[in-house]
């Protein structure tokens, strides 16, 4: 019976070792790759689009209370 349970023990730690190596791999791969993704608004300072949000709010003072 112990035999069956070390056994057991050591396949579950080679299959959580594989497993770790296999992410590590997978990680250190999609690292490498370069990413192309680009934003859908390009502006010239982000911070621009902020100072827009707060100018139409100042604009629109009630824009978010409802009238009852």
């Known amino acids: 019976m112990a035999h069956s349970i070390l056994t057991s023990a050591k396949r579950g730690a080679y299959v ?4 770790y190596l296999a992410m590590v791999l997978l990680v250190s791969l999609s690292a490498q790759t370069p990413s ?28 978010g209370v409802a009238l009852l």
């Open 16 to 19: 959580a070792i594989g497993l």
């Open 36 to 63: 192309t993704v680009q934003p859908p608004i390009q502006v010239a300072y982000p911070a621009i689009q902020f100072e827009h949000r707060a100018q139409a709010a100042e604009q629109a003072p009630d824009a």
